[in-house]
């Protein structure tokens, strides 16, 4: 039977189930399917896979390190791997048909630093390996020797390249069963379709324009001017500042806006060109969403990204009041925790809850923009480090009330058996999450500590010595309630 | 030879296959039709089996009790501050982004769940025991509530188990059925405290499910084994209760000699089983469970997995499962269209045993008038076969492709279950570079491999 171009959609979801963020791209420039575990992935990868081959001929089997925030990687524990894939035999080409991309992630820690330079170990493209010569073994011990190098990377790359490998065989092996043609002309028509496909939800949209702008507590004010054309939905940032804390790539701030109309949809779409075509950015130049080396990026991907997606998606519900919601997935707590005595580290990041809708409560300490990590377990953490875990809860009336409830947020309570430094986080537009159309506002986040049975509570940013006895209560934000109770 | 008999009991057939006298007799029962005690007394009645036959059995009651939430109502005591723990370390659906990520309801919702003012260290030292008094007002509460089953789950219980066992002691003692964690040695406690609460949940309900089978095994002087998840038999242990869930995956393991991967292609389940990999927990969908298993995945497309128009692509394999109540359309009642039904159009299911009493001849035109409303301004209008072709075909590579995730070229595979004959050709077709067998004891497989346990 002939194939069909809906074939492509049902074959790249069933060869990528269960994968971590991965791409395949075509080297004319198409990302073919993509699936993504952080909203900035929706960005990076594509940018990485755009990119690189310009500066490096990327052959079928050679393989791409990187974690560069401006040449298409991350937070820099965050890093991308590329491998070169040829699916046609008759393909002549010099450089791969194909690439294949996934992201990993190496000890997660929080960092404050006013450099890119200063957050760790930048990689910019460089090539591990190659089909001739195999694993560049001398310079992977070179960048994973480094001293701002994380400890476990050589660990991490290790594992990445098998999981690579492993992908791109039963990438291989599902083409030979599914008998699907990888050839160019195919997979545009499949590209095509899906861009036409796009076009016609987006018709579903009922008004053209909407306009919004907000300040946020800590200084940053944004604008954002959305406007719904006859076939994409343009986003024009204006009045956007610059930030201290808050550095974004256009390509993260791509995620993020893609991300806010993925929200709108109910149907499943696949992630490719098509889809993402039907999107257009256009962000002044000097302010936080158009970063430039050397401007550190960590608290601007890991935690304004998520803002910025909250903030579209409120503009893009004002498009259609029925994707409207209160505000939600905002005061996450991370926390990060030096044992020097011991040579441990530990991190920790908190849930808040999600704003509730017109039709639903917003759901409990979740993450909304990044997929669901599986919490530690207490019995590992205690065992592995000097923590005593007092509780860990949901925080109990900290959503808003309304007709729909908000999602509450968390509460963990941790005792240090041993002195360490400290660092925490949470990220807040305003005090606390708003509530809409009547609903109350949820609770901010709280940072307490507890010293020889003083409680002093904490700003939402800081570093500093605890000493073992001390407790330190982290408490998430609840979201914001829908409607009148 | 030894007098056997296996029975199989599923979510909504009962499956027998018996070897009495050198003679082999197999049957197979449609459980909206007839009761599982009915449907064995009418083919023990027949058998006559002496009363020296062994008598094997699994079942899938505990998939039964968790899926419908019948489960008993119970307690669940935690370390105190831990009370939301179960419920927060519950895995959120958020993988692709969606307005309200969700999460799955809990068998235990958060207000039967309650904190012990307790704690042992991550030595296994004890810092706090727990107080009489506060157990005391525990169980005038439990009496409140008429809850008569509790599952203890402590911090670090499995290093030592004291507090555990002196909680457990005291409501034991009460007359109230206790379920602790600490038996799981080797697990933390998240999937420890699941364990316990699942041995909970399922003991009544699966106690009455043996005890209506009783009289009629009594009548026939039988002594039932059931199989639990390492394949061994038992008659009655609580926490071996849970674990049976796995006894089907384990007798099929021991059937087809442990070196072969199994596609099981089953009326109620498609399912990929690996004998060589036994697992400590089991993934669900409440987060791991202490419990050891033959690694088992259910493969993305099922046999009675809905087929929904989509406007994105034409139509799309739902996560969503008909059940046989009311079954698929094939059966007469239905209206939604499933894999079966696909399999149905094309003249595929008259073959399969037992099942010809269930299936409607008439509901092919019922089928294709459903589905041709899909076919409405696509490029299928007016070419319905077309369309059905495709669905099946789409399903077909699903399902290989998956297997193909699984099971590494060259390696053996052994295709069972009911349907298995009419399946293999297709499968087989598609995956050209594995050794693909057809089982052929497939179309009782259950029960056989429950009959020949230990044989």
Redesign the interface.
């Known amino acids: 039977?002939k194939n069909?171009y809906?074939?492509y959609?049902?074959?790249f979801e069933?060869?990528f189930?269960n994968c971590p963020s991965v791409i395949l791209f075509h080297h004319s420039g198409i990302t073919l399917h993509m699936e993504q575990e952080r909203?900035t992935d929706l960005g990076t990868l594509p940018k990485a896979c755009y990119e690189i081959p310009k500066y490096f001929p990327i052959d079928d089997g050679s393989m791409i390190l990187l974690n560069d925030p401006y040449s298409g990687g991350g937070i820099l524990s965050n890093f991308t791997l590329l491998l070169g894939v040829n699916l046609n035999k008759d393909y002549k080409g010099k450089s791969a048909e194909f690439l294949l991309g996934i992201k990993f992630i190496v000890r997660p820690s929080l960092v404050f630093a006013d450099n890119l330079e200063n957050e760790g170990l930048k990689v910019p493209p460089t090539p591990i390996f190659d089909k001739k010569n195999g694993k560049n073994q001398a310079l992977i011990e070179a960048i994973c020797s480094h001293p701002s190098s994380p400890g476990d990377l050589k660990y991490h790359l290790e594992k990445a390249i098998d999981e690579i490998s492993s992908i791109k065989e039963?990438l291989e092996?599902?083409i030979?069963?599914?008998q699907i043609p990888m050839d160019q002309k195919s997979l545009e028509k499949y590209i095509h379709h899906s861009n036409e496909?796009m076009i016609?939800?987006l018709t579903k949209i009922r008004l053209a324009k909407a306009k919004y702008k907000e300040q946020w507590i800590t200084g940053e004010s944004i604008g954002l001017s959305l406007e719904k054309q006859e076939k994409k939905l343009f986003f024009e940032f204006f009045e956007v500042s610059n930030s201290e804390k808050y550095h974004l790539t256009q390509a993260a701030v791509f995620g993020a806006c893609f991300?806010s109309v993925?929200?709108?949809l109910e149907?499943?779409?696949p992630i490719n060109t098509g889809t993402m075509d039907c999107i257009e950015l256009k962000i002044p130049k000097d302010c936080f969403l158009n970063s430039t080396y050397p401007s550190p990026v960590y608290l601007g991907f890991t935690e304004a990204s998520g803002l910025i997606a909250n903030f579209t998606a409120k503009v893009v519900a004002k498009l259609n009041k029925e994707?409207q919601?209160a505000e939600g997935n905002v005061g996450t707590c991370t926390l990060d925790v030096n044992f020097e005595k011991s040579n441990l580290h530990f991190f920790d990041r908190l849930q808040s809850g999600?704003g509730a809708?017109a039709?639903?409560d917003?759901?409990?300490?979740?993450?909304?923009?990044s997929?669901?990590i599986?919490?530690a377990?207490?019995?590992?953490i205690?065992?592995r480090f000097p923590l005593?875990i007092?509780?860990?809860?949901?925080r109990p009336g900290s959503g808003g009330n309304g007709t729909h409830q908000g999602g509450n947020g968390?509460i963990r309570?941790y005792v240090f058996k041993e002195d360490a430094k400290i660092k925490w986080y949470s990220a807040m537009t305003g005090h606390s999450p708003d509530g809409f159309m009547g609903g109350s506002s949820g609770l901010g986040p709280q940072f307490l500590l507890v010293r020889e049975n003083e409680k002093k509570r904490l700003d939402l940013m800081g570093e500093m010595h605890v000493q073992a006895g001390d407790r330190l209560d982290i408490l998430t934000a609840g979201g914001g309630g829908f409607g009148e109770d | 030879m030894q007098n056997r008999i296996g029975i199989h009991i599923g979510m909504s057939f009962l499956e027998i296959a018996a070897r009495v006298n050198d003679e082999e007799h197999f049957r197979r029962y449609f459980l909206a039709e007839i009761s599982e005690s009915d449907a064995i007394d009418q083919f023990l009645s027949e058998l006559k089996p002496p009363a020296d036959t062994h008598l094997h059995i699994s079942t899938k009651w505990t998939e039964r009790i968790v899926e419908k939430r019948i489960g008993a109502q119970m307690a669940m005591f935690v370390t105190e501050g831990f009370q939301n723990w179960p419920q927060l370390r519950q895995p959120a659906f958020n993988k692709r982004v969606l307005r309200q990520p969700y999460r799955n309801e809990a068998v235990i919702p958060s207000d039967y769940i309650f904190g012990i003012s307790e704690r042992t260290d991550a030595s296994g030292k004890i810092d706090k025991s727990a107080n009489i008094e506060e157990l005391e007002f525990l169980h005038s509460k439990l009496q409140l509530m008429n809850i008569k089953t509790i599952s203890i789950g402590f911090l670090h219980s499995h290093k030592n188990p004291e507090n555990e066992q002196q909680v457990a002691k005291y409501f034991k003692e009460l007359g109230y059925e206790v379920l602790c964690s600490h038996m799981q040695k080797e697990a933390n406690e998240v999937s420890r405290w699941w364990r316990s609460a699942m041995d909970g949940y399922v003991y009544e309900l699966f106690h009455e499910y043996r005890a209506n089978l009783k009289p009629v095994f009594e009548k026939y002087n039988l002594q039932p084994h059931y199989i639990d998840n390492h394949s061994e038999l038992f008659t009655e242990n609580k926490t071996r209760y849970f674990a049976s869930r796995f006894g089907r995956a384990a007798s099929l393991k021991d059937y087809h000699n442990e070196s072969q991967h199994i596609l099981y292609l089953g009326l109620e389940e498609f399912t990929y089983i690996n004998p060589q990999l036994i697992l400590d927990q089991f993934e669900s969908e409440f987060g791991p469970i202490a419990v050891s298993n033959v690694q088992q995945q259910k493969m993305g497309i099922q046999p009675t997995q809905i087929i929904s128009p989509c406007d994105w692509k034409i139509f799309q394999f739902e996560k969503r499962e008909l059940g046989f109540e009311p079954g698929p359309m094939l059966m007469g009642k239905s209206v939604t269209p499933c894999f079966l039904d696909l399999l149905f159009v094309n003249g595929q299911m008259d073959s399969i045993s037992s099942l010809e009493k269930q299936i409607r001849p008439n509901s092919k035109s019922r089928i294709l008038e459903s589905m041709y409303t899909y076919t409405k301004d696509t490029e299928f209008e007016g070419k319905l076969d077309d369309l059905v072709n495709q669905m099946r075909e789409t399903a077909y590579k699903k399902l290989c492709i998956q297997l193909g995730k699984l099971v590494q070229s060259k390696e053996k595979i052994i295709v069972s279950g009911p349907l298995a004959k009419m399946m293999y050709p297709e499968i087989k077709s598609k995956i050209k570079s594995f050794q693909l067998e057809l089982d052929k004891d497939s179309d009782f497989i259950d029960s056989l491999a429950a009959r020949e346990l230990g044989a």
Do not use: C, P
């Open positions: 039977m069909q809906f074939e959609q049902d074959f069933e060869v189930y909203i039963k092996k599902s030979s069963i599914w496909r016609d939800f991300a993925l929200n709108l149907t499943k779409i994707f919601s999600l809708t039709q639903n917003g759901v409990s300490a979740v993450d909304k923009w997929h669901d599986l919490r377990s207490i019995e590992e205690e065992k005593h007092r509780s860990t809860s949901i968390m309570s």
